[in-house]
Antibody, heavy 120, light 106 residues
Framework: QVHLVQSGAELKTPGASVRLSCKASGYIFLTSGITWVRQAPGQGLEWMGWFSAFNGDIKYAPKFEGRVSLSSDTSANTAYLDLRGLTSDDTAIYYC?????????????WGQGTLLTVSS | DIQLTQSPSSLSASVGDRVIITCRASLPINRFLNWYQQKPGKVPQVLIFGASTLQSGVPTRFSGSGSGTDFTLTIDGLQPEDFASYFCQHSHGPPNFGQGTKLEIK
């Protein structure tokens, strides 16, 4: 079975940086991609970026260009999201999700989410 | 960026009703449109991909249609477990989500 297990909740102060992780199992990591989506309290889903392990492509949503970095450790089947210059607006649940190279790029398996709280 | 606009943003309906949620893209996206359901406190789950293909395990009362810029998600015969939020997402280039539709019990 496909599983994505994310790192635990984080509490950060404004201006800080954070690294979130997403460990995949149950499938061949290099044949799929990992996307990152966040959801602020009571709000909708916001796409942040994706890392396509099958072709090395990395794309970021324009809003996050320069502030977000996506990477992976393929030997550990783990994807990472680094977010810099945190503000209270970054308080949200951050999800990783898998997508396959099918063309439709839908997110079929999701991690449990990581709550990031940014507060002084 | 291609934007998605969902309507309505909220909807009240009764068990057994037929519900239609629409999603409009700011530019043509062929059939690169996916639908998700999210229940309170839970992770989103994909219902439909490629505008009309039902994800494995999703009940057949859910259906999707459309291409180009206009898409619909239809639920025929609402069940109690269907009261949730629904999001469309396009994958014609860098993805975006619609703002969501909250389906509540009347």
């Amino acid at each position: 079975q496909v599983h994505l297990v994310q790192s635990g909740a984080e509490l950060k102060t404004p201006g800080a940086s954070v690294r979130l992780s997403c460990k995949a199992s149950g499938y061949i990591f290099l044949t799929s991609g990992i996307t990152w989506v966040r959801q602020a309290p009571g709000q909708g889903l916001e796409w942040m970026g994706w890392f396509s392990a099958f072709n090395g492509d990395i794309k970021y949503a324009p809003k996050f260009e320069g502030r977000v970095s996506l990477s992976s450790d393929t030997s550990a089947n783990t994807a990472y999201l680094d977010l810099r210059g945190l503000t209270s607006d970054d308080t949200a649940i951050y999800y990783c999700a898998r997508y396959e190279n099918t063309g439709y790029y839908y997110f079929d398996y999701w991690g449990q989410g990581t709550l990031l709280t940014v507060s002084s | 960026d291609i934007q998605l606009t969902q309507s309505p943003s909220s909807l009240s309906a009764s068990v057994g009703d037929r519900v239609i949620i629409t999603c409009r893209a700011s530019l043509p996206i062929n059939r690169f449109l996916n639908w998700y359901q999210q229940k309170p406190g839970k992770v989103p789950q994909v219902l439909i991909f490629g505008a009309s293909t039902l994800q494995s395990g999703v009940p057949t009362r859910f259906s999707g249609s459309g291409s180009g810029t206009d898409f619909t998600l239809t639920i025929d015969g609402l069940q109690p477990e269907d009261f949730a939020s629904y999001f469309c997402q396009h994958s014609h280039g860098p993805p975006n989500f619609g703002q969501g539709t909250k389906l509540e019990i009347k």
